[in-house]
């Protein structure tokens, strides 16, 4: 089996990654990564593999590769013969990409919210709610927009690796103390994504399913 994912059951980042495997209907071999209490990913056998400490880390083959983000992005580009996940329209990837960067950076500040209520991280919980709340605003506005013409899903015709990306962490936010009450495009679209073909809540989170 060439595909490993180096995952925590709990990580929405590594939920991300679950989620394209699944849509790709790719074999793959989960390694368990104790990250709590464990904190495997900060050991000097894990930082060999990622020198960052973090997860996910994907190995297809020779390649290893750190990053949701990232990883999205080569699973999409290498497995996706339909083009759909990552698509290369220019008036398409730049977006899909921006989405993607958006999701690996002001969406995180709902895991880092999930992180102190659920994990017992210590960090300003007021302003990681805050943050998410901040951030989740440009996504139901963008997505009110698409919903006036008719569109529901954040860059295209069909969901994208932005979608992907962008959907663990709010969903999840509850476990965070971040409702989505505000946010009814964002509610719907999250619905939509719920019944994508090939949606594994088993290969999410168990308390999400």
Known sequence: MALKLYNYTLSGSCYKVRLLLDFLDLDYERIPVD???GKEHKT??????????????LEDGPMRLRDAQ???????NSYDETGHWLPRAPALF???MMWL????????AASAARLHDVLGYELDIEAARANAHAAFRVLDDHLTERALIGKTWIVSDHPTIADIACFPYTALSGDGGIGHEEYPAMRNWMRAFRRLPGFNAVSGIPEFA
Do not use: C, K, R, S
Request: proline share 11%; net charge negative.
């Open 35 to 37: 990250f709590f209490p």
């Open 44 to 57: 000097l056998d894990f930082l060999d593999i990622n020198p960052l400490g973090q997860i996910p880390v």
């Open 70 to 76: 990232a990883i999205l992005a080569h699973l999409a």
């Open 94 to 96: 730049g977006p899909v």
């Open 101 to 108: 960067m958006f999701a690996g950076n002001e969406i995180m």
